[in-house]
Nanobody, 126 residues
């Protein structure tokens, strides 16, 4: 079992920056990939970014590439998402997720992930 807890969401003006974190606990040694997804009201949950736990390879959705940066701290069992140049369309609940059952990189589908956090709200005002 892996437990994931997000933090750091909040309200920011358009053009601003915000960072969210995800702390993992439990059997963290079985984690292979960590990802961030987001879900806006009335929309499906969508992939944002992912990072491999061992090698640090990253993958981004086209909509956030160049603006968002995913990173991880293995010693702290924490993954981060730094968000720059935020726009109102980035408003959503941001979820952290973990892959423990290896599949094929990249991991962009909700179905690829085995564990999920409870989410943290990010609101970007215009």
């Amino acid at each position: 079992q892996v437990q994931l807890v997000e933090s750091g969401g909040g309200l920011v003006q358009a053009g601003g920056s915000l960072s969210v974190s995800c702390a993992a606990s439990g059997r963290t040694f079985i984690m292979k990939v960590m990802g961030w997804f987001r879900q806006a009201p009335g929309k499906e949950r969508e992939f944002v970014a992912a990072i491999t736990w061992s090698g640090g390879s990253t993958d981004y959705a086209n909509s956030v590439k160049g603006r968002f940066t995913i990173s991880r701290d293995n010693a702290k069992n924490t993954v981060y998402l730094k968000m720059n140049s935020l726009q109102p369309e980035d408003t959503a609940i941001y979820y952290c997720a973990a892959v423990v059952d290896p599949r094929s990189w990249p991991y962009r589908s909700v179905r690829d992930y085995d564990y999920w956090g409870q989410g943290t709200q990010v609101t970007v005002s215009s």
